[in-house]
C-alpha cells in the first residue's frame, strides 16, 4: 500500500531503520516501485530503546508506574523519547546536507514518525506518542528547514 502511494514519487535514495521490519519494508516498496539503487541502513531511524524493559509487557510497566509517557524518562541500558528524537532529527539534519536537492524515501517506525511530526506540529515528541497512532502504511511528506521539519503532510 506504500508503494502505491510513491509510484509517481521520483526517489533519489531509500534509507531505512536496520532492524528486520523497516528493511523488508524497504525492499518491498523499492522493488514495487522499480528503485534499483541499494536500500541503505541506518541505525538511527530506529525506535526508541526501551533497553532493560524491551519485551516487557505493557501492563507490568503500567502496574510498576513506570513513566514511559515523560519524555526525559530514561530506562536502564535504554534511552529517553527525547533523545530519540534528538537521534532522529540529528540524523535527519545531516541527510540533508549529504542529499542536498535530492528526494528521499525514509521507512522507520512508529515512534520515529512521531518524533519527525512532533517538531513539524510544535509538541513533544512524548505527546505525539502519546496520542498518535500511525498507519502502517503511512507515507508522509516533510522538508527540513535549518534543521526544523516543515510542512509535514500524511499523502492519501
Do not use: W
Amino acid at each position: 500500500a506504500s508503494a502505491a502511494k510513491l509510484k509517481s514519487s521520483n526517489l533519489d535514495v531509500i534509507i531505512a531503520s536496520d532492524l528486520g521490519r523497516a528493511v523488508s519494508t524497504a525492499g518491498i516498496i523499492a522493488s514495487d516501485i522499480g528503485f534499483t539503487a541499494e536500500v541503505i541502513q541506518s541505525p538511527e531511524l530506529r525506535e526508541v530503546n526501551y533497553g532493560d524493559l524491551g519485551g516487557t509487557p505493557i501492563s507490568e510497566v503500567i502496574e510498576k508506574a513506570i513513566p514511559l509517557n515523560n519524555g526525559d524518562y530514561v530506562p536502564d541500558n535504554g534511552e529517553s523519547l527525547n533523545q530519540m528524537q534528538h537521534r532522529v532529527l540529528s540524523f535527519l539534519d545531516k541527510l540533508a546536507t549529504e542529499y542536498a536537492e535530492k528526494s528521499i524515501l525514509i521507512v522507520a517506525h512508529d515512534g520515529t514518525i512521531n518524533a519527525i511530526f512532533a517538531d513539524s506540529a510544535g509538541i513533544s515528541v512524548s505527546e505525539a506518542d502519546a496520542t498518535r497512532r500511525n498507519s502502517h502504511d503511512i507515507v508522509a511528506r516533510f522538508t527540513l528547514d535549518n534543521g526544523k521539519v516543515e510542512k509535514f503532510e500524511e499523502l492519501a
